[in-house]
């Protein structure tokens, strides 16, 4: 995919993301939020993004093209005794699926642990969600359970997948 521009985004991007966000919840059920969005405000948007900057085992990306976000990855670095670990999430917009968007951000985001003495990642995901499995299994992550109900929608329930990815 030409023309693609991933980069750390910043608390001016804060407001285009709070509404990237309400798109991509609009158009998945893989995500914890909805068309809603994050039920923040774009001043509480641009403080996480800057203690995220400001912190060396956390970061998050934003993949853009011709200005607009197409998708986001970011690491979430886990306090004390875990500091080695971090937490992991991809978003893509749908019309962006299957173009290589999530790999792009995944060779950033494990780059980047990389570089900063993330040792672990941790991520979680629908069960159901065969694409991403997909995905972060070329990367290397394996399962190691699944979590029962993890999500509820309606009077559903869906399972996670538990999966990590050891890069020592």
Same mark, same amino acid.
């Given at each position: 995919?030409?023309?693609?521009?991933? !980069?750390?985004?910043?608390?001016?991007?804060?407001?285009? %993301? $709070?509404?990237?966000?309400?798109?991509?919840?609009?158009?998945?059920?893989? $995500?914890?939020?909805?068309?809603? @969005? =994050?039920p923040v405000t774009?001043?509480?948007?641009?403080?996480? #993004?800057?203690?995220?900057?400001?912190?060396?085992?956390?970061?998050?990306l934003i993949a853009?093209?011709? @200005?607009?976000?197409?998708?986001?990855? &970011?690491?979430?670095?886990?306090?004390?005794?875990?500091?080695?670990?971090?937490? %992991? @999430?991809?978003?893509?917009?749908?019309? +962006?699926?299957?173009?290589?968007?999530?790999?792009?951000?995944?060779?950033? $985001?494990?780059? +980047?642990?990389?570089?900063?003495?993330?040792?672990?990642?941790?991520?979680?995901? !629908?069960?159901?969600?065969?694409?991403?499995?997909? =995905?972060?299994?070329? +990367? @290397?992550? !394996?399962?190691?359970?699944?979590?029962?109900? +993890?999500?509820?929608? &309606?009077?559903?329930?869906?399972?996670?997948?538990?999966?990590? #990815?050891?890069? !020592?």
């Amino acid at each position: 995919m030409e023309n693609i521009i991933i !980069r750390e985004s910043s608390a001016k991007d804060a407001a285009q %993301l $709070l509404e990237y966000f309400k798109i991509v919840g609009g158009e998945t059920e893989n $995500l914890t939020f909805g068309e809603s @969005g =994050l039920p923040v405000t774009v001043e509480q948007e641009e403080a996480f #993004l800057k203690n995220v900057h400001d912190e060396k085992t956390s970061v998050h990306l934003i993949a853009c093209k011709n @200005g607009e976000i197409i998708g986001d990855g &970011g690491l979430t670095g886990l306090p004390r005794r875990m500091r080695h670990r971090a937490e %992991l @999430g991809i978003s893509v917009r749908k019309n +962006y699926w299957n173009c290589g968007i999530g790999s792009k951000l995944m060779e950033e $985001l494990i780059k +980047y642990a990389k570089e900063n003495g993330i040792e672990i990642l941790n991520l979680e995901v !629908r069960s159901d969600n065969v694409s991403a499995i997909h =995905l972060y299994e070329k +990367y @290397g992550f !394996r399962h190691i359970g699944t979590s029962p109900a +993890y999500f509820k929608t &309606g009077d559903d329930y869906v399972d996670f997948e538990l999966m990590f #990815l050891d890069l !020592r």
